[in-house]
């Protein structure tokens, strides 16, 4: 194992990357990521988790399990959850991802304020990938039942087992951003 990734060994590559630029050469692989389009000189076959925490210098997006079992490395791509961990390079190219990092608008703004209330981090270190599945369904479920906030979350493990309090927190943001609704609409 890497002393800096635990559980996995690194990729080695070289980290060449041009932010905000579109490839002059074209050879390079590019995509978007939080709404800038970077080149970089990854392999395509390079887990997206790398491109991001490695070549991109985004440590928000978590190493847990490295094969899609945990939750911890999820991203949007085209505001779909997905797990970077066994993500390549190559399903990413031409698409938009988001990540922790990047994520925003009236959703993420509940979540984080559901989240600071229900006091839902204890060691934090899964919350990334928490917060960025729990996005996605509000995103396109903003009234889900019990059971589709835990289909939605299943594959997200948190060892400390925060689990009630980040069922709480999705169903706060929910309530929240339905009132919103409301009172819009009046």
């Given at each position: 194992?890497?002393?800096s990734q635990p559980g996995g060994v690194l990729p080695s590559q070289p980290n060449r990357v041009q932010r905000g630029t579109t490839p002059a050469d074209g050879d390079?692989?590019?995509l978007e990521v939080n709404g800038t389009v970077v080149e970089v000189t990854d392999s395509t076959d390079t887990p997206l988790l790398w491109v991001l925490r490695q070549s991109l210098g985004m440590p928000g997006t978590r190493f847990?399990?490295?094969m899609a079992l945990c939750g911890a490395c999820t991203v949007h791509v085209n505001g779909e959850p997905v797990r970077s961990c066994v993500t390549p390079l190559s399903a990413v190219m031409g698409k938009s991802?988001?990540?922790?990092?990047?994520?925003?608008?009236?959703v993420v703004d509940a979540l984080r304020g559901a989240w600071t209330?229900?006091?839902v981090p204890q060691c934090?270190?899964?919350?990334?990938?928490?917060?960025?599945?729990?996005?996605a369904l509000l995103a396109s479920n903003t009234s889900p039942t019990d059971d589709e906030v835990a289909t939605a979350m299943d594959g997200n493990i948190c060892r400390c087992g925060?689990?009630?309090r980040i069922k709480a927190a999705i169903r706060a943001a929910a309530a929240q951003l339905?009132?919103?609704?409301?009172?819009g609409a009046n």
């Open positions: 194992m890497s002393a390079l692989p590019t847990g399990c490295g991802v988001t990540t922790i990092e990047g994520i925003n608008g009236a209330s229900v006091d934090g270190y899964c919350q990334s990938g928490q917060l960025m599945s729990a996005a925060t689990y009630p339905n009132a919103a609704r409301a009172a």
